[in-house]
């Protein structure tokens, strides 16, 4: 439950457009945040493998089916914390 927490939070970072969903773009880049360097055909054809274009938007629950399988072994509140801190522009953690 805790690292499903710390994914909503990366997820909500990147939501950039306050929608509840990301691009396959901003998928790339909380996957690079987490240090899962992923090329962005294989992007698409995990999205794809959703039922969906590449083009569609994401909702959290398909970034969770996405982005589990890759994680690994990661110690994710340390990586959650790194993100935080790109966005963090007043140092408020």
Known sequence: EDTLNELKEAFDLFDTSHNNSIDVRELKA?????GIDVKKEELKNAIKGLGK?????????????????RLGK?????????????FDEDNTK
């Open 30 to 34: 909380i996957m690079k945040a987490f």
């Open 53 to 69: 274009e590449p083009t569609d938007q994401i909702v959290f629950e398909e970034f969770v089916k996405i982005i589990t399988p």
């Open 74 to 86: 990661r110690d994710s509140r340390k990586e959650i914390d790194k993100i935080f801190k790109l």
